[in-house]
């Protein structure tokens, strides 16, 4: 009789463990939060809000993509700025911020899915500089400008240096060609294409001194079926050719 009542509980809790993981699959709502950070986010009408469909770029195709294929629902909002939202993914339970760079010292802090693009960090000069570096520490003598609470311009404070930051980075295309600042840390593609919007081309890699993947960070409430989920999806999608053709798409 006992081991009766004990595999009735066993097939109970099975059962009601069952329950909890569907209706994590079919209730279960994320929010999104991302930024203008072309070409893997970008608000359409230009702007630093925008929801929904008012989106696109590489991360947002992915993404989008991503969940569709597994299941899960979610918000998506172009918010301003970075801070803030980074901030939010790091409090809420359900809030994921992309696209990030997932450094030791983010390792512990989020839940992990990608990657979804690469991002090469750069420090780019104007056409005409004759700036000539071997590393970061022979940067330490000029102006170098930053985007404000981006992962290259905490790096470039760990390595010593002090940037100049802004709070929209592709405002340092425009300092760059003034002389506001002598040079610009900024990711690779992604500097390059913002300021080909602000009109400004011809600018000269100084010096490539690290590379980065870009990830979707999730609050570490998120439950891990979820993540795993999203990841096994991505790596599909990887197979397929998805990820590649959606690069290429843009650049």
Do not use: C
Request: aromatic share 8%; hydrophobic share 40%.
């Amino acid at each position: 009789m006992l081991k009766r009542l004990l595999l009735a509980s066993a097939g109970a809790l099975l059962l009601m463990s069952g329950v909890a993981r569907a209706e994590i699959d079919e209730n279960y709502r994320m929010v999104l939060l991302t930024e203008n950070f072309p070409p893997y986010n970008m608000a359409i009408n230009g702007k630093n809000f925008a929801q929904e469909d008012n989106l696109d770029g590489i991360a947002v195709d992915i993404v989008r993509e991503m969940f569709k294929r597994a299941g899960i629902q979610y918000n998506l909002t172009l918010r301003f700025p970075w801070d803030r939202i980074y901030k939010l993914a790091l409090e809420k339970p359900n809030y994921g911020v992309f696209v990030t760079a997932r450094l030791p010292e983010r390792e512990e802090l989020f839940k992990w899915v990608g990657p979804i693009g690469p991002d090469d960090w750069v420090l780019l000069g104007r056409s005409d500089s004759n700036i000539s570096l071997n590393n970061l520490e022979d940067a330490k003598q000029y102006k170098v400008g930053a985007y404000k609470g981006d992962a290259i311009a905490e790096h470039l404070q760990q390595q010593g240096l002090t940037p100049i930051t802004a709070l929209r980075d592709q405002l340092n295309a425009t300092k760059l060609v003034s002389g506001q600042i002598d040079l610009w840390a900024t990711g690779d593609p992604a500097g390059r294409y913002l300021a080909k919007q602000e009109g400004i081309s011809g600018l000269k890699t100084i010096l490539r001194f690290d590379t980065a993947e870009l990830y979707l960070a999730l609050n570490k409430e998120v439950p891990d079926e979820v993540v795993q989920k999203l990841q096994a999806e991505l790596d599909k999608m990887r197979k397929e050719g998805f990820v590649d053709d959606t690069l290429n798409s843009y650049l």
